[in-house]
């Protein structure tokens, strides 16, 4: 199995920054798609943004030009570098990564527990 550890959530003002990372760990073969989710109040379970194994990026409407995914595959890490922050964007940020403990086995799915992130405004 694959344990996710989210950091790098807090509080900041309308047009700040922050940085979520999510690390890794655990037996597996390779870690493939990992992305960000984000869930507001009362809200479903987003796509914020994903990071395929070969680097291949993609993004929701709302952050684009704002939100940068990547991934340091000898660290097991993605990270969301997220800039001109807005109110709506306050959520819980879910990272996610689809990996396989083995080469012959299927992918499977790990979440992390989340981390909070709010903008004030």
């Known amino acids: 199995q694959v344990r996710l550890v989210e950091s790098g959530g807090g509080l900041v003002q309308a047009g700040g920054s922050l940085r979520l990372s999510c690390v890794a760990s655990g037996r597996f073969f390779s870690l493939n798609d990992m992305a960000w989710y984000r869930q507001g109040l009362g809200n479903q379970r987003d796509l914020v943004a994903k990071i395929t194994g070969s680097g291949s990026t993609n993004y929701a409407d709302s952050v684009k030009g704002r939100f940068t995914i990547s991934r340091d595959d000898a660290k097991n890490t993605v990270y969301l570098q997220m800039s001109s922050l807005k109110p709506e964007d306050t959520a819980v940020y879910y990272c996610?990564?689809?990996?396989?403990?083995?080469?012959?086995?299927?992918?499977?799915?790990?979440w992390g527990q989340g981390t909070q992130v709010t903008v004030a405004s």
């Open positions: 996610n990564v689809k990996f396989q403990s083995r080469s012959w086995e299927p992918s499977q799915n790990s």
